[in-house]
Structures are given as C-alpha cells and as structure tokens.
C-alpha cells in the first residue's frame, strides 16, 4: 500500500472536465512530480487534495485512510502541508509570525486558558517558537525574522512560504510551482533544500513543476497531465522522452527534441 | 533607536517589550486611579463612559480589526446584555451574578449570528450583522411582557452585597477595573494561537484552513468573545444610565462603535481606546469650537452629526492609521530624530484594483 | 412634526365608515398602504378583499421599485468599483429636497424639476466621487464601506442645516397627486402607477445604454477585469465618475418618486437601508436582479404592514435577508463566484 494514493479523481466545473479519472501512487519518501501543460489540471490537484474543491468521482488514500471528504482543516491535521502558486502569505504579519502559524496544528490549550495565559500556554508558545526558530535557520531566514512579509522580495516570500509549510511538520508536501519566479541561485537553493528536506526530515514531496531541469534533478518520479487526464507515469528519464508528453507540450508538428 | 538583545523565547512573548514600558503603564494606572479623586462629578461620568465604551470597542477590535469580519450590528449584543442585566437584577439575581450573565448571554446570540457569518465575508456581513441588529431592535421593542418595549426600563444601580456602587467615584472604579480585565483578557488571546489564528483568517482565509484552522470554530469564537465583552459593556451602560429602552441601541449606535475602532487606528487595542476617548469628548470640543464659529452655523442641531460624519471621512482618508497611527509616526519622528524620512509612512498610491478578489 | 402643504384648497375629507370595528381597522390600515385613497366600503364584501390584497400589492409593487432603483444605484457602484456605497440614501433625501424647493420656491414645472434635478444630482455624484471616493481606490473594503457611512452621516446634517429644509417634513404636488385609475372596482392611485411607470423607462433606458452604446459596454468591461478595461484604453477614472453619476441621478429619482408617499424630510435615506436585503436578494453583481429583489421586497413588506400583526412591516425586508444569505448567498441571479487559488 502506497504512502499516497489517489484513484481516477474526477472533477469538472460546469460542463469543464478539470480532471477524468486521474490515478497515481506516491511511496513514502518520495518526490513526486506532476508536469504538464496550462491547464492540465495540476493545480486543481492540489486543491483537491486541500478540499478547496469537491471531487466529483474518485478517492484519494493517505496511508490507506479515506480523506476524500474531509473538511479542509482537517486535511492539515493529518499532515498534509502545501504552498501555493501565488503566495498566500499572511501579509501584515511577520515572517516569525506566519511560521508560528504553521505550528497551528499542534496547538493544546483552550480560549480559557489562552485568555489567562497560564504556564502551559507560555510553555506550549516557547516550544513552538523553538521549532519555528529551527525552520528559520534550515533556509536561512535570519534577517527577515521580524519584517513585514509584505515588504520581503518575492523569491524570500516563496521561502517563508515553504518555511511555513515545513513548520506544520508534515508526512506530506504539497508544492505548487515552486520555481516559478525565481533565478537561477535560488533554484539551486531550493533544489538543496528539497532534498535536504527530503533525507534529514523525511517527508514525501508531491510537486507541481515547469522548470524541466529541476524535474529532472529534483524528483524520484513524475506524471504528466494534459486536458485533466493523465499520460504517463513513471520515472523522469522515461516520461520526459515520451512522446505524448512531447506533443503535449510541443504540439504535434513539432520535430524537435525536448531538452 | 532601540535595539532589542532577545536571550531567551520569552522575551517574545511578553506583554510589555522594554522594561520602561512596564512602568509607563504602572504610571498610567496610578493616574488613573488618583486622577479621579480630583476631578468633579461630569468628567468622572464621562470617563467611566470612555472606560464601558472602550470595553466594547476593545472587544470590536478584536472581531473587525484583527479578524477581519465586520459587523454593524454590534448594538444588538450591547442591547442584550443590557436587557439581560436590567431583567435579571430587577428579578433579584446579584449584579455579581447578573453581569457575567449578561455576557454570556450576548456571547451565545453571537455565536448564532457567527453562523451564518461562516459563509459570508466583507460586506456581505456587514449587511448580515445589520438586518440582524434592526431585528433585534425591533423584538426588544415589541416583546413587552418581557422588556416593556417602548416605554423603557428602571434598572437600579449595581451593589455586591451591602456596597453599592450609587456614586460616580464608585462606578468609574468598577467600570476602569472590568476594562482592565478586558484589555489584558484580549492581549493574552492575541500573544496565543488564537489570537494568530485570527490574524490569519483576516489575511488569507484559505491558508489559514491549509495550516489547520477551523475556519468555522475561530470565526464563531471571535463572534462570541466579541459578543461577551459587548455583552458586558452593555450590563455597565445600563446600570449607569439606570434607565434603557430600545432608542438607545439603534444602528447609529452600531455605526459610532465602528467610527470608534476606525479613527482610533485599526489593528491595535490603543486604537480602540483612543478612538473612544476621542468620540466621547468630541461633543465637547464642538461646543468648545462653537465660539468661534458664526451663529448661523453654530446654532444648528445638525452640526454635531454633520461634524462627525466628517471627523471620520478626514481620518479615513488622509490617517487611515487613525489616532495610533498619529502617536505611533510622531513617536518614531522622536525616535529617529534627526534622521526621520518624510515619506517613512507614505501610502502606496493606486489606481486600480488589478485583481477582483 | 410639520406638514406644510402649499394648496390652494385643502384637501377633502375623507367621509365616515358606516360600519364600524373590523372593517374599520382594516380600512385603516389600507389607507396607511394606499395614501390619499378613499376606503373602499362601498364594495361589496367578497370583491372587497381581492380588490384590497391586489391593491396592496399595486403599492407594493411601486414601493419596490423604489427599492430597486435605490438598489440598482448600490449594484451599479458595487459592479464598477468593488465599494459599497452607503450614501446612496442620502442622494435620495437631497433629491427629494431639490424637486421640493424646484417645485413650490420656484414654481419649476414637475417634469422641468425632475430634469434638474436629475441633472444637478449627477454633478454631486460626480463631485462626491472625484473628492471622496478616488482616492481611496485600491483600499481595504473596510475602509471604503465606513467612507460612505461617514458620507452619509454629513450628508444628512448638512441637509438638516439648509436653511429652508431643516428637519421638518414636506409635500409638493406633482401631476399625479390625487388621480386616480379605476379599472373595475379597484382604485389605483396615479402616484404608485407613476412610480412603476417612471421605473420601466428609466430601466430600458439603461438597459439600451448597457447594451447599444460604446460608453456602456465600456462600463460593463471595467467591471469585469480593470486591468484588461485599461490595457484596451478605457479610461478607468472616467468610467468610476459616469458610475457615480448614473448612480447619484438614480438616487435622486428615486426620492423625487418617493416623495408623495412618504413626504420630504432628512430621514427618508433610512429607507434606503432597506434596499440593501432587495440588492442582496437579486444578487449583488446582477442589474435585472436589483429591481426584481426590489420588487419582492416590496410586495412582501406591503402585504405584511396590513395582514400581519404591528412590527413585522419593519422587519420583513430584513428577515428576508438573513432568509437569503443563510440559504443562497449570491441571490437569485448571482453568480457564485471562489477565490483561484
């Protein structure tokens, strides 16, 4: 039984089929890549995964554990983290501040005693800040600690939002374009970090992606999409030379050989 | 400038970030007590208003300005705890008992009213919390076996035992200490993951529910933590004015609680204290700046309202910070002396919205 | 409260009920529904109550359109720049108080002082908008939504402060007062049919002006996607300004209309507060829903002040609005409309 499943998930809108009957398994600690052109139905995944949307058919299994019905908060209390693809930061808030939200989840007290603020209050926020303070020196966050997100670069709001996810101290990551917006270094950076997350914490690692190098380097496994339905799936090597997926990103007149 | 060496995670989360702070505040309470002694019966009234009302707009504050949901129907729950207290006390039940009674009361209609609430958000809510306020207005009026509708009620002054609490002195005490409790009550849920939690669904609703916030269960607690201190703002307001009926709680009502928090300076409990300070003294300052008006204008009963509405149209549009805006830019002009920028707080100017959501 | 009428003969009595008790209550609560209407005892009993529930609905039918134009003045707003305008009530008591001081200080004609006014209130929409309301563009709706609550607060003083308006109440006489329609046994009064005439053609006209003219279509893109309405060269600024005056011209309509009804006095803009359940029940983002919302505000709200007990009139509008926005918050033409994430 795969760490992660998920059998012929459906979704339309409308008369739009977002999605028809999409399957695909993700071993545990594994990165796994989903590619295919605008419009595939990526993200729309995801935000299935997250009950942002209602599947109109299909499950999907997180070791074995129907969550297709869930409600939305739930979906992170079982360990699912996910960044988005237009960063939805908490912008008046403070990069230590939208870290410390992603350690919701572990939160124990009560508004009772939150109103008092009793001792294991105070000792639940100082552990807390404690991990949240880890998550800041794994992507090197230091000097923003205290400003603003709103005011931050765009490649260090993508970080904070990575951080955040990593506080929530997930099974399983769920990253939207990751490397969408960034240049060449911070691509690099992200790379080391994905696979540092991968060995020193490891999480499993779903990914959405257009950057085909990083593809390549950064993931065990990868499915393409086009039109909701899936292509191929297997490994990098295999599915980038596929031609279905060739045409799918480079029309079928197309002669020339993805790189 | 000062610069902060932090050594350990408390000094995060404490309630007082420099040591001098902690005495300011120590100061400002004993001001607070003593300064009364001096003062005669009128201003003793009128700060204990400023201290029931700031009770409520403290608890606005926590609803609009840090979680987001707007509500123009908070003279509603201040009218049910109200109502509540006056019935109950004029059934015999003690004050001691009446008061948290009232807000109870208040926080369980709030958390009805923050049902449907889950679905809406912005304006739809604001519409929602407003035909709910005129309904309530409407049943406190017409249920006349149990408030005795338009004709008002008697409510005697509150007593815990044989102490009663009859004079100005005596009121200004209780009403200062149950805002004392009130602000500290909020401070704490702000430091905690509530309070961060409540942050979080006024700035991104759906990554609040993807790092594991119960939307439903924290928009309804803001709801009811709101609707209590409301609720027991309003028990104050009506033991004060020892007599209530529906008059006193209609929309306006609502609508000067809002002007409260907005010139006050969204987004920090200061705010809510300064904006109901400067509301409660401002009928004061127009009498004041009648003199040098012309008859023709000063003469008119309008000019209250009229200047009123302007205060809040000027604040919003030119100190969007409001009156803790105004303290905070003149306490870094001082902090940064001599080399405080002039466009420090320079608003980003724009022309458009460029998304619709 | 003063009522001036500036007649040259009084109006006539209305003669004496020969029966007495139930039908008398009724009848008094219709000539609430139907002012300057004569009771109609004379008919006969069983005709008697469809006429009365017909006629009740005759008024409310003109009420809600009213209602509607004042929510169409709010949809039209909220469709162009996202902002809720508070104030729309108080355009409608200073044009009230316009045709008021057009019609019996200057002796202007009806349909003379109508145009006016719909001309001079555009100029304050336009104003209003200019001053108030641009430089707030791109701010938290919070914001915004307390700015026209601000607006309308000042509005209403300054109206109270005019001298010759102050607080008390009006009437003016326009071609419709006091005709009346009898088809069959039922009266109508011209005032309400006026109403829902005025309301027909005021809609088609703008309906042709959506639809047909370049500005129009302009008005409908800008609401729709403001960056894209930019980069096709539709000047945005100018497209807010026409909304506000459109709008404010609406506004003043609607208080020229409801004038008779309700006579000319600073707190005729709270019934502008009901308008906003009759906005919410077409569906916020929806012109043809406004006026239908209206409309069965309207009606329902006619049909409870004389068939249910004392204070339901008041609440309908917005029982109906928690009604709706529990059930199906994006109204009955709305679209429902999620976040992409």
Known sequence: ?259 | MRFEMKRSYYQDIRLFKYRSTFFWYLALLAGCILVPLLLDDYFRSQLTFICLYSTVTVSLMLLSGYTGQISLGHAAFFAIGSYTSAILTTKGVPFLLALPAAGVLSALVGIVIGLPALRLSGLYLAIATMGFAFIVEEILARWETVTQGNLGMLVDPPSVGSFSFDTELRYFYLAFFILILTVLAARNILRSPTGRAMIAIRDSEVAAQAMGVNLAKFKTMAFAISAFFTGIGGSLYAHKLTFISPECYTILVSIEFLAMIIIGGLGSLHGAVYGTAFIIFLPQLIILSKGYLPASVADQTGLEPALYGLMIMLFILLEPMGIYGIWRKTKFYFEMFPLYKKDTFRREKKYFKAERH | MLITWPYPNAPAEVPPLPRGGFLRSRARRLRWATPGLPTPYRSAVSMELVNEVLQTIVSGIAIGCIYGLVALGFVLIYKATEVMNFAQGEMLVVGAFLAYTLITVLHFPYWTALLATIVILSLLGMLLERVVLRPLIGEPVFAIVMLTIGLSYFMRSVVSMIPGWGTDTYGFRTPFTERFWRPGDLVVSWEHLSIILITLTLIMVLFWFFRFTRVGVAMRATSQNQLAAVYMGISVKRVFSLTWTISAALGGVAGILLSPITFVHMNMGFLALRAFPAAVLGGFGSIPGAIVGGLIIGVTESLAGVYLPVGWKDIAAYIILILVLMIRPEGLFGIQQKKKV
């Not at chain 1, 139905?41 to 009950?51: A, L, S």
């Not at chain 1, 410390?100 to 009772?112: A, C, E, K, Q, W």
């Not at chain 1, 931050?152 to 996810?165: C, H, I, S």
């Not at chain 1, 990593?166 to 939207?176: F, H, K, S, V």
Request: proline share 3%; glycine share 8%; aromatic share 8%.
């Open chain 1, 1 to 259: 039984m795969a760490f992660f499943q998920a059998e012929q998930m459906s979704v339309s809108f409308g008369g739009l089929m977002a999605l028809n009957a999409v399957s695909f398994d993700v071993e545990e600690g594994d990165v796994f890549a989903i590619i295919g052109p605008n419009g595939a139905g990526k993200t729309t995944i995801f935000n299935c995964i997250n009950r942002y949307y209602d599947l109109n058919g299909g499950r999907f299994l997180l070791k074995g554990r129907d969550i297709t019905r869930v409600r939305p908060h739930v979906v992170a209390e079982m360990g699912i983290a996910r960044t988005f693809q237009n960063i939805e930061l908490f912008r008046n808030a403070t990069v230590i501040e939208n870290l410390l939200l992603g350690r919701h989840r572990r939160r124990r007290s009560n508004l009772f005693t939150e109103a008092l603020f009793t001792r294991s209050v105070r000792r639940q926020e100082m552990q807390s800040r404690e991990k949240a303070e880890e998550v800041i020196d794994f992507l090197d966050l230091q000097p923003y600690r205290d400003l603003p997100v709103a005011s931050l670069p765009y490649g260090v709001q993508k970080t904070v939002e990575l951080g955040r996810a990593l506080a929530m101290e997930p099974a399983l990551l769920l990253l939207d374009e990751p490397s969408s917006g960034l240049n060449m270094e911070e691509t690099q950076d992200l790379a080391f970090w994905l696979s540092d997350i991968k060995e020193e914490l490891g999480i499993t690692i779903l990914l959405v992606e257009h950057n085909m190098r990083f593809v390549r380097e950064a993931s065990d496994r990868v499915l393409a999409l086009d039109f909701g339905q899936a292509i191929a799936q297997g490994l990098p090597g295999e599915v980038l030379q596929h031609p279905d997926v060739m045409k799918a990103y480079l029309g079928d007149e197309g002669a020339f050989t993805a790189s």
